[in-house]
T-cell receptor, first 113, second 116 residues
Framework: NAGVTQTPKFRVLKTGQSMTLLCAQD?????MYWYRQDPGMGLRLIHY???????AKGEVPDGYNVSRLKKQNFLLGLESAAPSQTSVYFC????????????FGPGTRLLVL | SQQGEEDPQALSIQEGENATMNCSYK?????LQWYRQNSGRGLVHLIL?????REKHSGRLRVTLDTSKKSSSLLITASRAADTASYFC????????????????FGQGTILTVHP
């Protein structure tokens, strides 16, 4: 099993451009999460999904949209990138929510110029 | 806002020594988890301790939880150079209705360096 994979690994955008980050998991997990990590800080939750077709806002959702059309995929979109969105983005999944380990992908480094 | 506060921010020790990291949080929790992150990589789950547990062991790891003080500690015994990484605590807090969606709140992490 590949676990949680993320594409792309690295991307450079200009301010105002759009892009989509893809997260895929092959563990049949119900719950999926998008976090961002900024230098010297822990991870902050952007959006999450409790199942196929559902999404909800996390701690820092502004400027991002998400979709979960298939159970195994969770997409994070930036409609109009800003320099403040320069960060490392991590996707995670878990079988259940309560008292469950989250499995993380390797991350996507995004630089917005 | 970051619920977890970790202490120290950085820790440098020699191989074979023990390493202790502390985490404090602000609200009631369902569980507290510790993760490790090697440089430039994703997070790897180490251990989960439930709110009704006080201590948990996994190999060279020992985690304690004191809900009255809203604090936890991670002890790594007989450290190795391969333990060099950032360590994060993350809390899972239920909402007002008692439902947990697994929304983790992370501390800023402790950078551990183990010298050979």
């Amino acid at each position: 099993n590949a676990g949680v994979t993320q594409t792309p690994k690295f991307r450079v955008l200009k301010t105002g451009q759009s892009m989509t980050l893809l997260c895929a998991q092959d563990m049949n997990h119900e719950y999926m999460y998008w976090y961002r990590q900024d230098p010297g800080m822990g991870l902050r939750l952007i959006h999450y999904s409790v199942g196929e077709g559902t999404t909800a806002k996390g701690e820092v959702p502004d400027g991002y949209n998400v979709s979960r059309l298939k159970k195994q995929n969770f997409l994070l979109g930036l409609e109009s990138a800003a320099p403040s969105q320069t960060s490392v983005y991590f996707c995670a999944s878990s079988r259940q929510a309560r008292r469950e380990t989250q499995y993380f992908g390797p991350g996507t480094r995004l630089l917005v110029l | 806002s970051q619920q977890g506060e970790e202490d120290p921010q950085a820790l440098s020790i020699q191989e074979g020594e023990n390493a202790t990291m502390n985490c404090s949080y602000k609200t009631s929790i369902n569980n507290l988890q510790w993760y490790r992150q090697n440089s430039g990589r994703g997070l790897v789950h180490l251990i989960l301790i439930r709110s009704n547990e006080r201590e948990k062991h996994s190999g060279r790891l020992r985690v304690t939880l004191d809900t009255s003080k809203k604090s936890s500690s991670l002890l790594i015994t007989a450290s190795r150079a391969a333990d060099t990484a950032s360590y994060f605590c993350a809390t899972d807090a239920s909402n007002a209705g008692g439902t947990s969606y697994g929304k983790l709140t992370f501390g800023q992490g402790t950078i551990l360096t183990v010298h050979p």
